[in-house]
């Protein structure tokens, strides 16, 4: 079992509207949390990273949440554009270590 | 300042023959991390590396597999004897130094299919 789960495996969405993506995981003590966007043929793009005693982190339109007693993670998209469709994944990590969920596959339409 | 340089960009072998692929991380970066990214899945860790010296090869399989981060040059990941289960992207990532908080920079990745 994936010590990262994320869901769903793939959204579409209109352009204009918020989404949320999840992210659950097993990777315990962890050193922070990070959501990355992968467009497509392209290596990852960190979007936030979090310390597990962090609750929230925005940057622009992208805001994540973490609550460490349930293991788990958001990331809300505000206002979706077309630029948006691309992979997003969540990575925790522990030391160096970076452990990767399989991402979720956002496809945003017109 | 440029970002992480991966190439080649795409690179195909047939079975049995040897893939080298190089990444220049970005300038004032001496940490190199290699990731492997298999067709609908994640990425998993492969290697750490410090220049000249591996710190972490736990996520790179035993055989054929290898990596360097020289003095002066790329780092190299370089797999002996390709197999078509090699298939994949393999990703290159970078970081100033060693912390949690530090974020790693990816490059594009190199594109390797074997025939």
């Known amino acids: 079992k994936n010590q990262v789960e994320q869901s769903p495996q793939s959204l579409i969405i209109l352009e204009g509207k918020n989404c949320t993506l999840q992210c659950n995981y097993t990777v315990s003590p962890f050193s922070n949390l990070r959501w990355y966007k992968q467009d497509t043929g392209r290596g990852p793009v960190s979007l936030t990273i979090m310390t597990f005693s962090e609750n929230t982190k925005s940057n622009g339109r992208y805001t994540a949440t973490l609550d460490a007693d349930t293991k788990q993670s958001s990331l809300h998209i505000t206002a979706s554009q077309l630029s948006d469709s691309a992979s997003y994944i969540c990575?925790?990590?522990?030391?160096?270590?970076?452990?990767f969920g399989g991402g979720t596959r956002l496809m945003v339409k017109p | 300042n440029a970002g992480v340089m991966q190439n080649p960009r795409h690179l195909v072998r047939r079975r049995g023959q040897e893939a080298r692929l190089r990444c220049s991380p970005m300038?004032?970066?001496?940490?190199v991390y290699w990731y492997r990214q298999l067709p609908e899945e994640g990425l998993k860790f492969m290697v750490y590396l410090q220049k000249e010296n591996i710190i972490d090869e736990s996520g790179m399989p035993k055989e054929r597999f290898s990596a360097e981060f020289p003095k002066e040059g790329p780092s190299i990941l370089r797999i002996q004897q390709v197999v078509r289960g090699d298939s994949a992207a393999y990703f290159c990532?970078?970081?100033?130094?060693?912390?949690?908080?530090?974020?790693?920079?990816f490059g594009p990745g190199t594109r390797l299919l074997v025939l």
């Open positions: 300038k004032g970066h001496s940490h």
């Open positions: 990532a970078s970081s100033p130094r060693r912390g949690d908080q530090e974020t790693q920079y």
């Open positions: 990575v925790v990590s522990k030391g160096n270590m970076l452990t």
